[in-house]
C-alpha cells in the first residue's frame, strides 16, 4: 500500500512519541501517504490505521477535518485560496472570482484536463500577505492579485507538460 520509503518516513515520525502514544504520528502519516498516493482512499487510510495502531474511524475523522486532505482526487495542482475576513478585505473575493473565470470552475472542481483543484480556504495565517493562496498544501503564494494568479497559472500549466 505505502512504499518501504513512506513507511521508513512514517517508522520516522512514530519515533518521536513515546511508544503508547505512536497514533500521535496519524497526521504525519496521513501527510506522507498523501504525498504519496496524492490523495487519501479509504484503503490508504485504513492502511494507515492499521500501521500505527489506531481504530480506522478515528483517522477518517482526522482526514475529514483538516483541509490538508484530500479525501477525493484532486487535481495535479490543489489551489486553496483564503477568503476570510482579512483576506477578503485585501481583494480575495474578487482574486477567486477571477481564478474561477479563469480556471472555468468553481471551489471544489476540477479542470476537464485534471490540472487545477480550487478550493476555498481557511486563514493560512499569513494575513499580512494578503490574499494568499497555498498550492498543494505546501507552497504558499503572497499577494495574489489577477496578474500575480495569471503568472502562477502559466508557472504551473508550463511546469505539468514538462
Known amino acids: 500500500m505505502l512504499s518501504a520509503d513512506a513507511l521508513k518516513r512514517i517508522d520516522r515520525e512514530i ?5 503508547a502514544h505512536r497514533q500521535s504520528a496519524v497526521m504525519a502519516a496521513l501527510a506522507i501517504a498523501q504525498d504519496e498516493h496524492a490523495w487519501l482512499s479509504t484503503e490508504t ?4 490505521a492499521h500501521y500505527i495502531g489506531m481504530p480506522p474511524i478515528a483517522v477518517y475523522e482526522v482526514a475529514t ?4 486532505f484530500n479525501t477525493e482526487p484532486t487535481g495535479k495542482y490543489k ?9 477578503a478585505l485585501s481583494s480575495a473575493v474578487q482574486a477567486a472570482a477571477h481564478l474561477q473565470q479563469k480556471l472555468g470552475i468553481g471551489f ?5 484536463d485534471g490540472l487545477f483543484t480550487l478550493k476555498e480556504g481557511e486563514c493560512l495565517g499569513a494575513c499580512g500577505d ?3 493562496l497555498l498550492v498543494n498544501n505546501k507552497r504558499m503564494c503572497s499577494w495574489m492579485k489577477p496578474d500575480q494568479l495569471d503568472g502562477l497559472i502559466a508557472e504551473l500549466s508550463a511546469e505539468a507538460k514538462r
Do not use: H, Q, R, W
Not at 477535518?65 to 490538508?68: I, P, R, S
Open 45 to 48: 487510510m485504513d492502511f494507515v
Open 108 to 112: 471544489g472542481e476540477t479542470t476537464a
Open 65 to 68: 477535518f483538516y483541509e490538508m
Open 130 to 132: 494578503a490574499p494568499v
Open 79 to 87: 489551489l486553496t485560496i483564503c477568503t476570510n475576513l482579512p483576506c
Open 15 to 19: 519515533a518521536k512519541y513515546p511508544s
